[in-house]
């Protein structure tokens, strides 16, 4: 199956992706409130675990009582996730006009499950394709860290968290093979800079996908 991408018609769909401890919950939830204050309407979500059903997924594939998982079950319920959240959250939101800001997104699920678990990559990504509908970020913006460092921000961890250096080294790789191979799509950005002055990056980059509220 070779599903294309698709980019919403209407409104406009923003993702943050990058390793743990990078900033992407802070840079996403800054990006609506200054939106908002501009006059636009902004959805703030994430994933996984933004439905009534991905709250359940997201308990299964994070907490630490799990224990260990096939692999191909981890990306499945992951990928359930992913269906639920764009069906009832993400999609109706865009066909309302809305700018849908999201907290990860596919490019995780490729990043942790494909490169971190070492799964097919092309497997994975049909998977993910299909039960997203092929739906594309206008714009994902990628905030690069050294797992050493965003791991170190953590007292607790999660399942994934939990994960060895080279884990997360190779998931760090994939996002940003991700993003090299679709600049016009990405933007990548250092998450070691001052927040005010990463925030001032990503509006540079949207405002040209932005119509005036």
């Given at each position: 199956?070779?599903?294309?991408?698709?980019?919403?018609?209407?409104?406009?769909f923003?993702?943050?992706?990058?390793?743990?401890?990078?900033?992407?919950?802070?840079?996403?939830?800054?990006?609506?409130?200054?939106?908002?204050a501009?006059?636009?309407?902004?959805?703030?979500?994430?994933?996984?675990?933004?439905?009534?059903?991905?709250?359940?997924?997201?308990?299964?594939?994070?907490?630490?009582?799990?224990?260990?998982?096939?692999h191909?079950?981890?990306?499945?319920?992951?990928?359930?996730?992913?269906?639920?959240?764009v069906?009832?959250?993400v999609?109706?939101?865009?066909?309302?006009?809305?700018?849908?800001?999201?907290?990860?997104?596919?490019?995780?699920?490729?990043?942790?499950?494909?490169s971190?678990?070492?799964?097919?990559?092309?497997?994975?990504?049909?998977v993910?394709?299909?039960?997203?509908?092929?739906?594309?970020?206008h714009?994902?913006?990628?905030?690069?860290?050294?797992?050493r460092?965003?791991?170190?921000?953590?007292?607790?961890?999660?399942?994934?968290?939990?994960?060895?250096?080279?884990f997360?080294?190779?998931?760090?790789?994939?996002?940003?093979?991700?993003?090299?191979?679709?600049?016009?799509?990405?933007?990548?950005?250092?998450?070691?800079?001052?927040?005010?002055?990463?925030?001032?990056?990503?509006?540079?980059?949207?405002?040209?996908?932005?119509?005036?509220p």
């Amino acid at each position: 199956m070779d599903l294309p991408a698709t980019y919403a018609r209407t409104g406009v769909f923003v993702c943050f992706e990058g390793g743990e401890g990078s900033g992407k919950s802070t840079q996403a939830r800054l990006l609506g409130e200054r939106l908002r204050a501009a006059g636009h309407t902004v959805l703030l979500t994430f994933e996984p675990g933004d439905t009534e059903v991905g709250k359940e997924l997201r308990r299964i594939v994070l907490s630490p009582e799990t224990g260990e998982l096939s692999h191909r079950t981890e990306a499945l319920l992951y990928a359930a996730d992913k269906a639920e959240h764009v069906d009832t959250v993400v999609q109706p939101a865009l066909d309302r006009g809305e700018v849908v800001i999201t907290d990860r997104y596919v490019d995780t699920l490729l990043a942790y499950q494909g490169s971190g678990r070492e799964l097919r990559m092309a497997e994975v990504e049909e998977v993910a394709r299909w039960a997203t509908h092929g739906l594309r970020p206008h714009l994902t913006v990628v905030l690069d860290v050294d797992p050493r460092e965003g791991l170190g921000r953590f007292e607790g961890r999660d399942r994934i968290e939990a994960e060895g250096l080279e884990f997360h080294d190779r998931a760090r790789r994939s996002f940003l093979e991700l993003a090299a191979a679709d600049p016009d799509h990405y933007v990548v950005l250092d998450a070691r800079l001052p927040v005010d002055e990463i925030a001032a990056a990503i509006d540079d980059r949207l405002a040209p996908l932005l119509v005036a509220p």
